[in-house]
């Protein structure tokens, strides 16, 4: 029977192995040949086995944070109805949107100009305009600085949310969350280092996509935690199983995997496998605990919100984040708005903009705000960035009288924590809000600010795949001067 040898294979075999120890050693850079750690950083003390791509490892610089909890409102969240006022739109109400161009929009129906139906106030000592939905957010405006000239590149939902989690409309590249562990790896070994809990009304839109590792090794893709009082799914052994069973059984099974990676130690899905099979058990000490909001006072989950059926969802998403933060894991990534229902589940605000945005903004309003007051509280908030976004704005033209198309020539965003300067709005739209007009700010740039506050230069963090080094911001991106000098 003939067989035939893989590439790498070859490489192993022929020179007397000398191709493949460079080729081990290569992987070892990549750090997907590292060397086992023994300890626990956390409340638990379980230890760590066998290869793991996830020691730390040191910035480029000196950092500003340590971890990121990134806050996506799905569906689309209208800049003009929340953090960026247009009086110009009350005042030419009803006229059509004249002398930008041509008008494009996702589902037609292009009405005229439409007036936000909420309030701004000024709000803090920096006097920084929030709308009236956000009452408990605003109490945090001179901590928060907002991005009002934020653009993308595509009015598709799927497309969009791909631009803002892996910094291409494609799907197949890493997300933002696999970058940073590729590049920082994480302070906790028994939990993962990239941590995504989406809505419990379902995921977003573009799927897992969303928190894949892309053409990098599979262990550095997102981990996916239920925002349940069970959040991840089989993680207990069966009752008749005891823990020393469980470890002799690891044992075996890691030593028949051994000889599979001695064989194709460059194969990812092995690698990734080992590796979670060594994490799984790890996190069956740790996770439990780490993710148990039970254990917190009542006072600080009322803080978050979980007294109130309307804000106990992503109240119980926003504090597991800070749980998990507070033990090392290094990029959490939040949904809020699932694909139960499109229009009524998320921010996708065409059938009616002030019931959707009203419905949606009292879910997070509270967990959001009870957020930063209590990392703020825990002195977590300096060496935590938190980032608030959608993955587009909305049209300041009516869809139907009522509703706001989609619209990713402009958007809002904001940063808190991180030292970041707070009290300030940066770049700006137009007077309707339809474009980025004063300091455009790309999702590159935004990118490119996220990983310089955790201390990486954004065209040093390469990957090489097809015989190129890869970026998470491609050849594009500048981080934000206001951002990263304040």
Known sequence: MKSFWSRRDFLFQSGGGVSGVALAWLLDQQGMLAADRAGASGACDAKAFGPTPFLAKKP??????????????????????????????????????????????RQGNPGPLMPSPFSFRKYGQSGLDVSEIFPSIAQHADEMAVLRSVYGSSNDHVQAHYLIATGTVRMGFPSVGSWVTYGLGTENQ????????????????????????????????????????????????????????????????????????????????????????????????????????NRESEATRK???????????????????????????????????????????????????????????????????GLLTDLKARGLLDSTLVVWHGEFGRMPISQRGVGRDHNPGAMSMWMAGAKVKGGQAIGASDEFGYKAEQQPISIHDLHATVLHLLGMDHTKLTYLYNGRNMRLTDVYGDPIPQIVSS
């Open 60 to 105: 480029h610089f000196a950092p500003r944070a340590t971890s990121v909890i990134s806050l996506f409102m799905s569906g689309g969240v209208s800049h003009v109805d929340t953090f960026d006022p247009k009086p110009a739109l009350r005042q030419y109400s009803g006229q059509p949107l004249t002398g930008k161009g041509e008008v494009v929009v």
């Open 190 to 293: 028994n939990l993962p280092a990239f941590v995504v809990i989406y809505d419990a009304r379902g995921g977003p839109f573009g799927g897992p996509a969303n928190w894949s590792a892309g053409f990098m090794p599979a262990a550095y893709q997102g981990t996916v935690f239920r925002a349940s009082e069970n959040p991840i799914i089989d993680l207990k052994p069966p009752a008749y199983v005891t823990p020393d069973e469980q470890r002799a059984r690891l044992d075996l099974l890691g030593r028949l995997n051994a000889i599979d990676f001695e064989k194709h130690p460059s194969s990812s899905e092995l690698a990734a496998r080992i590796s979670s099979y060594e994490l799984a058990y790890r996190m069956q000490g740790c996770a439990p605990e780490a993710v148990d909001v």
């Open 303 to 369: 803080l978050y919100g979980l007294d109130q059926k309307t804000t106990e969802p992503f109240g119980r998403q926003c504090l597991m984040a800070r749980r998990l933060v507070e033990r090392g894991v290094r990029f959490v990534q939040l949904y809020h708005g699932g694909l139960g229902n499109q229009n009524t589940d998320t921010w996708d605000a065409h059938d009616d903009v002030k019931k959707n945005h009203t419905t949606h903004a009292a879910e997070v309003d509270r967990p959001i705000a």
